[in-house]
């Protein structure tokens, strides 16, 4: 059973930065593709971000591209998103997960497993 969890989410100010913890548990997430999805308040559920399993493939959102990395740590079995220029629009629920596929991007029918996700709030 994989577990993941979020964390780093908070309250920040237009224009700051925030960066978002994914730890898995249960087993190695090392060769599985990984992404960022949030949902806000009355909106369905989008994609931000996904990083294949060496962190050499990495692919956004054009709302969030230039401005969000994400990263990983295999040893760690840790995923990351670097929020920076934060605008009152990316406040949201975001969430993390993973995919078995061996090819997953930005659907989020291709991830198998969802963290409980992490509040982000950005005031104006």
């Known amino acids: 059973q994989v577990q993941l969890v979020e964390s780093g989410g908070g309250l920040v100010q237009a224009g700051g930065s925030l960066k978002l913890s994914c730890a898995a548990s249960?087993?190695?997430?090392?060769?599985?593709?990984m992404g960022w999805f949030r949902q806000a308040p009355g909106k369905a559920r989008e994609f931000v971000a996904t990083?294949?399993?060496?962190?050499?493939?990495?692919y956004y959102s054009d709302s969030v591209k230039g401005r969000f990395t994400i990263s990983r740590d295999n040893a760690k079995n840790t995923v990351y998103l670097q929020m920076n220029s934060l605008k009152p629009e990316d406040t949201a629920v975001y969430y993390c997960?993973?995919?078995?596929?061996?090819?997953?991007?930005?659907?989020?029918?291709?991830?198998?497993?969802w963290g409980q996700g992490t509040q982000v709030t950005v005031s104006s």
């Open positions: 997960a993973a995919s078995s596929r061996p090819r997953a991007r930005s659907f989020d029918y291709e991830y198998e497993w």
């Open positions: 249960g087993r190695t997430l090392s060769s599985n593709i």
């Open positions: 990083i294949n399993w060496s962190g050499s493939y990495t």
